[in-house]
């Protein structure tokens, strides 16, 4: 009898362990993402006494800075992504096919994955520094009698340029892991389903690993346009404020002006940004997938 009674019991026990398993997940974005952004909202809407204001995304407006930190984060991110999707897709389908030495290789291109933006930023300060490496090098080759000057405001080409090298360096293995994960998961019969039909490698790539890879792809996007929205770290070490982005505006207005309010008011469009351009790749990439389906 009483062994009935838990046969019973325990299929409705068994319904609450996918919950239980999640919960922590849950607890740990609820604390540290939903929480901290919706005090960030409320800030940048209220005033000191509660009430609804747009006062704080006036002034953001109003900010000297505001429209080149615009201008200057959707350009880095404009031409770094895309560089950065594309060069991980390259390493990735190299590791794929398994050369000599793939191992080797994909642990040294993995190796920015465990640098910090700072330290990123400091490891190619000292490279294109008036007496960096690379000033050095070209010293040392006899083609430079005196060195170049880099890092100045009067390049602004140059500094967009190391920061756009910089991130590509460093977040380029972030893409690439997960593309490589994602080829890892494409069935093997498909390859051979392409050999068997005298598909060479370029054909294999681009008739069946790009088509299945689409979701890595979709997610390898969609991650660094949202980091990169929050690009501060490499730029400040580059650049100071030169070259002002989005999320550096709303660390000099919180750290610097004492406001709170405009730095949310910074933050939440951030947020609003991200958001919008994680909508256009999933409506796009979404009509492409029903346009080849039909």
């Known amino acids: 009898m009483a062994d009935a009674e838990r046969t019973r019991a325990s299929p409705?026990?068994?319904?609450?362990?996918?919950?239980?398993?999640?919960?922590?997940?849950?607890?740990?974005?609820?604390?540290?993402?939903?929480?901290?952004?919706?005090?960030?909202?409320?800030?940048?809407?209220?005033?000191?006494?509660?009430?609804?204001?747009?006062?704080?995304?006036r002034r953001m407006v109003g900010d000297l800075y505001f429209s080149q930190a615009i201008?200057?984060?959707?350009?880095?991110?404009?031409?770094?992504?895309?560089l950065q999707v594309g060069l991980g897709l390259v390493i990735a389908l190299l590791v794929?096919?398994?050369?000599?030495?793939?191992?080797?290789?994909?642990?040294?291109?993995?190796v920015p994955?465990?640098?910090?933006?700072?330290?990123?930023?400091?490891?190619?300060?000292?490279?294109?520094?008036?007496?960096?490496?690379?000033n050095a090098f070209l010293g040392a080759a006899g083609l430079l009698q005196q060195p170049l000057t880099?890092?100045?405001?009067?390049?602004?080409?140059?500094?967009l340029g190391a920061i756009i090298l910089t991130e590509v360096w460093r977040a380029t293995a972030i893409v690439m892991v997960i593309l490589v994960a994602g080829l890892q998961?494409?069935?093997?019969?498909?390859?051979?389903?392409?050999?068997?039909?005298?598909?060479?490698?370029?054909q294999t790539a681009?008739?069946?690993?790009?088509?299945?890879?689409?979701?890595?792809?979709?997610?390898?996007?969609?991650?660094?346009?949202?980091?990169?929205?929050?690009?501060?770290?490499?730029?400040?070490t580059l650049a100071g404020r030169l070259v002002p982005v989005l999320a550096g505006e709303s660390y000099f207005w919180y750290s610097l002006y004492r406001s709170p309010q405009v730095a949310s008011a910074y933050a939440v469009l951030i947020l609003g940004l991200s958001s919008a351009i994680t909508w256009v790749y999933l409506r796009l990439l979404r009509q492409r997938e029903v346009e080849a389906t039909a």
């Open 12 to 57: 409705r026990a068994r319904d609450w362990t996918p919950y239980l398993l999640v919960l922590p997940t849950f607890a740990y974005l609820g604390i540290f993402f939903v929480y901290p952004m919706a005090q960030a909202v409320w800030l940048s809407l209220t005033d000191p006494h509660g009430q609804l204001t747009l006062e704080h995304f």
């Open 185 to 202: 998961l494409i069935p093997k019969d498909y390859l051979e389903t392409a050999q068997v039909f005298g598909a060479g490698r370029w």
């Open 96 to 110: 794929n096919t398994r050369f000599r030495g793939h191992s080797l290789f994909l642990y040294v291109c993995a």
């Open 150 to 159: 880099f890092l100045t405001y009067e390049r602004p080409e140059w500094l």
């Open 206 to 236: 681009r008739h069946v690993l790009l088509p299945l890879l689409k979701p890595s792809l979709q997610t390898a996007l969609i991650i660094r346009t949202i980091l990169a929205f929050q690009l501060f770290a490499t730029v400040i």
């Open 113 to 134: 994955i465990g640098i910090s933006d700072l330290a990123a930023g400091l490891i190619w300060l000292s490279i294109f520094t008036e007496r960096g490496y690379l």
């Open 71 to 82: 201008r200057y984060t959707l350009l880095i991110t404009a031409v770094a992504v895309p």
